[in-house]
C-alpha cells in the first residue's frame, strides 16, 4: 500500500500563494496516476486537479483552473500543488491521492488544512 503525506497547509490571506507537497513511499513507476482533491466543510470531496503517472498530461477542476498548478519531480515521488490568487472559497481539507490502475483512487493522505481568510 503507498503511503502519502501532505504538508505545506496554512492559514493564508485571499490573493496570496501557496505550496502544498505530497511525500509518497512507492516506486514512482507504479502510478497510474496522482491527483488533489479537497473538501470543505459540510461538502463531499472535490477533484481539483490531476496528473499522469507519466507527467504528460494534467487536469484541472473548472474552479482552480489558471489559478492552481500540479506537477512533481523527475523521479515521481513528490507531488505539488502551487496555489496562486487564494481565495476565501478554496478553504478546506487538501488530500493527495494515487492509484496504480485505471478506476478509483486507492491511496490517500491524511490531509492538510488550508485556510484563507478574506
Known amino acids: 500500500q503507498v503511503q502519502l503525506v501532505e504538508s505545506g497547509g496554512g492559514l493564508v490571506q485571499a490573493g496570496d500563494s501557496l505550496r502544498l507537497s505530497c511525500a509518497a513511499s512507492?516506486?514512482?513507476?507504479?502510478?497510474?496516476?496522482m491527483a488533489w482533491f479537497r473538501q470543505a466543510p459540510g461538502k463531499e470531496r472535490e477533484f481539483i486537479a490531476g496528473?499522469?503517472?507519466?507527467?504528460?498530461?494534467?487536469s484541472y477542476a473548472d474552479s482552480v483552473k489558471g489559478r492552481f498548478t500540479i506537477s512533481t519531480n523527475k523521479i515521481k515521488t513528490m507531488m505539488y500543488l502551487q496555489m496562486n490568487s487564494l481565495k476565501p472559497e478554496d478553504t478546506a481539507v487538501y488530500y493527495c491521492?494515487?492509484?496504480?490502475?485505471?478506476?478509483?483512487?486507492?491511496?490517500w493522505g491524511q490531509g492538510t488544512q488550508v485556510t484563507v481568510s478574506a
Open positions: 512507492s516506486p514512482p513507476f507504479s502510478f497510474y496516476a
Open positions: 496528473v499522469t503517472g507519466t507527467g504528460s498530461t494534467t
Open positions: 491521492a494515487s492509484k496504480s490502475t485505471k478506476g478509483p483512487f486507492t491511496s
